[in-house]
Structure formats: C-alpha cells, structure tokens
C-alpha cells in the first residue's frame, strides 16, 4: 500500500509521497533519534532529527493550500 507519508522536523515539514507504509512504521520507531534515515525507491534520505511522523493514503490536494 502506498501513500504520503508528512515528516515533522523542528521547523520544517518533509512530504515523501507514493512511498510505502513500511517507510512510515520505520520513520515512527526512529521517531526522537538524532539522525533519521530512511530508503525511498533505492536511496538513502537523511532526514536529521524528525519529532513527529504522519501517514495519509489519500492523495493531498495540493491546490487546497497546504
């Protein structure tokens, strides 16, 4: 299953989207750790410290004004 998975950072929102559920259960168990990874189609991403994780299946509507 696919879906979008939003990254919060102390300041800052990553969106990873058409990624798969288990990137998401992975990022929520590293939740708090200094340096966060994880691997989206074959590539490492360093994400850095992430404070919080949230998973959405649906598609974002971006023209909404996210």
């Known amino acids: ?3 979008t998975t939003l990254v919060l950072k102390e300041e800052n929102l990553v969106v990873l989207e058409n990624v798969d559920k288990s990137v998401y259960e ?6 708090g750790e200094e340096h966060c ?6 590539s490492v991403v360093y994400l850095g410290k992430v404070s919080s994780v ?3 299946e649906d598609e974002i509507d971006w023209e909404y004004g996210y």
């Open 1 to 3: 299953m696919a879906g």
């Open 26 to 31: 992975e990022l929520q168990d590293k939740t």
């Open 37 to 42: 990874t994880c691997a989206v189609n074959e």
């Open 54 to 56: 949230m998973w959405n």
